[in-house]
């Protein structure tokens, strides 16, 4: 067993009640590793959570997690174990995103109860920073409380909805064999009506409506897309009508500023006549809205790391044929920065208007001369591109050769916002990997 693994070990053994001291002496764990993780296990007790920011409307909302039978909970411990012995997280991130995402779970609807309910949040976070990992916990203790049918928007193109499907797959739905949570037990097991393929978009061949009157969850994983989206609302609509009253339905907004915001500016009060100068939604808008109109029992929550469109959709916005618009009125929640979070303040600095107050950047930013941008936008690779390339295999290779464990590891080279000229530079930068690559096996030879 290797460290990763023996303090992940641990790690678990101590969420589940076991003392530090019990836990590091288990005779699975190798003798030689137990200094180093107690003493990593002893630095995680003085770490200190910042707690996430949250704005409510506290007017109608019910507590009712807290009343929750927890004992049958299958989904988040499973994944919380996972998070623990198998991606190696400490303790303490586990905490936060336990205690994060219940505060979430909680501002939603009791999904187990008899009345109708619609609820709207935000939950914003730094990017690259974990919002991923908050939404999939978030879906576990909501399949773990009643939520029956979770829907992901995921993004506008096939990449990043597969990507988000594999992720989901992974620490959630669950895999035979491989890295993963284990496949649940006989009638826990998801539906899932969208595959890890890159065409594996909602179809209505992949789907059953039957198993929308079962009791295991549903999970979709789609794009917004027209064409998708209209075929997920013409299936929906040959579902009995009850399944459509009674089922509790989580939707999921990823990247919700992308393609979700009406950028038509429609606007319409509840009390008054249709304006004439009336415009509908645009098309994504109006189909999420069309979507969740058809449910009784309802919660959408965006994620995103630019919320500014989102917090400015009218508040009062009304459509006769359409749910109400996505604005966030229930809550918006503010993920804190991570403590190992590396941004583009860290990098770049910050400078405060107001208070004149500066933070200085890493000294990591090297401007290139014009003779060097000359060469770049004639796509021809100057001297300091080929050492940067260089210098990324062999930061690579060196990070390779400390670790068993397959990392990726990843350089972008960004000249244009033109794919034409990307596509160009590609090229080049492709000829040079190869000729790097023909270098390193002739002398392998």
Excluded at 101 to 107: A, M
Excluded at 145 to 171: A, P
Excluded at 256 to 266: E, I, P, Q, W
Aim: hydrophobic share 40%.
């Amino acid at each position: 067993m290797d460290y990763t693994k023996a303090l992940g070990l641990a790690r678990h053994l101590i969420s589940i009640g076991i003392s530090l001291n019990e836990a590091v002496n288990n005779p699975v764990i190798p003798e030689v590793l137990r200094g180093r993780i107690q003493q990593a296990l002893k630095e995680e007790e003085t770490i200190v959570l910042q707690p996430a920011r949250m704005v409510v409307d506290d007017k109608e909302h019910v507590e009712w997690l807290n009343q929750q039978d927890r004992s049958g909970w299958y989904y988040w411990p499973t994944l919380r174990q996972y998070l623990l012995t198998t991606k190696g997280w400490s303790s303490p991130s586990v905490q936060s995103l336990d205690n994060e995402t219940d505060r979430i779970l909680g501002r939603l609807a009791e999904p187990n109860g008899t009345d109708s309910f619609d609820k709207r949040g935000l939950v914003l976070g730094f990017v690259q920073s974990g919002k991923t990992s908050n939404y999939t916990a978030l879906i576990a203790k909501a399949a773990d409380s009643g939520y029956r049918l979770i829907i992901v928007l995921s993004g506008i193109d096939n990449g990043l909805r597969l990507q988000t499907h594999r992720r989901l797959k992974r620490e959630l739905v669950g895999v035979s064999a491989g890295k993963g949570v284990p496949l649940p037990p006989m009638g826990k097991q998801w539906f899932e009506f969208t595959r890890d393929q890159l065409d594996g978009d909602f179809r209505p061949g992949f789907a059953n409506n039957a198993a929308l009157q079962g009791s295991q969850p549903v999970l979709l994983v789609v794009k917004k897309n027209g064409f998708v989206l209209r075929r997920l609302l013409e299936w929906l609509n040959t579902a009995p009508k009850e399944v459509m009253q009674t089922i509790p339905l989580m939707v999921i907004d990823d990247e919700a500023d992308l393609a979700s915001v009406d950028t038509r500016g429609s606007y319409q009060l509840e009390e008054e006549e249709l304006p004439e100068d009336y415009e509908p939604p645009s098309v994504i808008n109006g189909l999420i809205r069309n979507l969740l109109s058809k449910f009784y029992r309802k919660a959408y929550i965006a994620y995103t790391a630019t919320p500014f469109a989102n917090v400015l959709i009218p508040h009062d916005n009304y459509n006769l044929n359409l749910s109400d618009d996505l604005y966030p009125r229930d809550f918006i929640f503010d993920l804190p920065k991570p403590s190992c979070y590396f941004g583009a303040e860290e990098l770049f600095g910050r400078m405060d208007d107001i208070s004149e107050e500066s933070m200085e950047g890493m000294d990591v930013i090297r401007h290139i001369s014009d003779e060097d941008l000359v060469a770049l936008q004639e796509c021809r690779l100057p001297l300091v591109m080929e050492k940067a390339i260089l210098s990324f295999v062999l930061a690579g290779a060196a990070r390779k050769q400390r670790s068993s464990e397959d990392f990726p590891a990843t350089m972008l080279v960004h000249i244009s916002f033109r794919i034409y000229d990307q596509l160009q530079i590609h090229n080049v930068v492709e000829k040079k990997i190869y000729r790097i690559e023909r270098r390193m096996a002739l002398r392998q030879e």
